[in-house]
């Protein structure tokens, strides 16, 4: 009943920039926060981003200052600008959204699918 696809990971060179996009749809009543997550191979899954929707932010120390998280809440869309990237940024990046759905009682997290971010020379 609900769907988030991701969009915009790929292969970047040290220094470049990627932007990631995810999208929610179906019976979609509210989304409180969004957010990315990463899971780099033989690494636990990470948050690296979360956004409220009063666009309160919250960024894993490595990437402050790199990363900017942002939502379009009539879109129920949220972005990841990733700048100055580094090798150890390499991971599958997931997106993260909060939601209650029309006729639902309570919050649930859903997952998109993933993306693969490689940063290589």
């Known amino acids: 009943q609900v769907q988030l696809v991701e969009s915009g990971g790929g292969l970047v060179q040290p220094g470049g920039s990627l932007r990631l996009s995810c999208a929610a749809s179906?019976?979609?009543?509210?989304?409180?926060?969004m957010g990315w997550y990463r899971q780099a191979p033989g690494q636990q899954r990470e948050l690296v981003a979360a956004?409220?929707?009063?666009?309160?932010?919250n960024y894993l120390d490595s990437v402050k200052g790199r990363f900017t998280i942002s939502r379009d809440n009539a879109k129920n869309t949220v972005y990841l600008q990733m700048n100055s990237l580094k090798p150890e940024d390499t991971a599958v990046y997931y997106c993260?959204?909060?939601?209650?759905?029309?006729?639902?009682?309570?919050?649930?997290?859903?997952w998109g699918q993933g993306t693969q971010v490689t940063v290589s020379s």
């Open positions: 993260n959204a909060r939601i209650l759905t029309l006729g639902g009682l309570r919050n649930v997290d859903y």
């Open positions: 956004i409220t929707s009063g666009s309160n932010t």
């Open positions: 179906g019976s979609i009543f509210s989304i409180t926060v």
